[in-house]
């Protein structure tokens, strides 16, 4: 069974430049998750998608931060324009359902904001 | 607000020495508790967890857990650590009745070290 796929796995770029990444969940898992990892710190939830619908989007930062899963398959996690503390790791993961299933994680992108 | 509480953000040990990890929740309901482990270079993965039943839970690798609900806590544990342990360790709660969003609350996570 393939994994989550993310890609980029590693972007560097300037702070106020744009960038996206994304995510291929497990196939048949309806519900994706996008979480920010900071050096040091948990994985803290951005967002959580069942299938193309928001469920929690309480923690991302709506001003610079979208994200998408129009087809109820992939997601795209937007950030624009981007500071220096959204250096971080971006996590993808992936679940059968909401009701308590095993989160399966992708590899992240390593972000950093210079 | 629900927390998770890891004491440990950093252990070094030699091979062969017992381990454990200690992980305390501040919610007072019904919860699910979880361990992940990510080891260098790789995904994170999961490495136990307890719904219900016997509080005494075993995971991968020789890993368990203990619930022990009077105390909120969690404690992964290891009788004898091997170099390739050497990994983050986290520990993850979730209300067991939130309905359909169950939100994983992460730890800090703690970095061990095991030398050989």
């Known amino acids: 069974e393939a994994g989550v796929a993310q890609s980029p796995r590693y972007k560097i770029i300037e702070k106020r430049q744009s960038v996206a990444f994304w995510c291929n969940p497990i196939?048949?898992?309806?519900?994706l998750y996008w979480y920010q990892q900071i050096l040091g710190q948990g994985p803290k939830l951005l967002i959580q998608?069942?299938?193309?619908?928001?469920?929690?989007d309480s923690q991302l930062p709506k001003d610079r931060f979208s994200a998408e899963r129009l087809k109820g398959v992939d997601s795209t996690l937007k950030i624009q324009p981007a500071k220096l503390e959204d250096s971080a790791v971006y996590l993808c993961?992936?679940?059968?359902?909401?009701?308590?299933?095993?989160?399966?994680f992708g590899p992240g992108t390593r972000l950093t904001v210079l | 607000a629900q927390s998770v509480s890891q004491h440990n953000h950093h252990v070094i040990l030699s091979e062969a020495a017992s381990l454990e990890l200690g992980c305390n929740y501040s919610?007072?309901?019904?919860?699910?508790l979880f361990w992940y482990v990510q080891y260098p270079g790789q995904h994170l993965q999961l490495l136990l967890k307890?719904?219900?039943?016997d509080p005494l839970v075993k995971g991968i690798k020789g890993f368990e857990a203990e619930f022990i609900k009077s105390k909120f806590s969690f404690n992964l544990r290891k009788p004898s650590v091997q170099w390739s342990d050497t990994a983050e360790y986290f520990c993850?709660?979730?209300?067991?009745?939130?309905?359909?969003?169950?939100?994983?609350?992460w730890g800090l996570g703690t970095s061990l070290a095991v030398n050989p």
């Open positions: 993850a709660v979730t209300r067991g009745n939130a309905g359909n969003n169950r939100k994983l609350i």
């Open positions: 307890y719904f219900s039943g």
């Open positions: 919610y007072g309901g019904t919860v699910n």
């Open positions: 998608f069942q299938n193309n619908g928001v469920v929690d």
């Open positions: 993961a992936s679940s059968l359902g909401q009701t308590y299933n095993e989160q399966f």
């Open positions: 196939s048949g898992h309806a519900t």
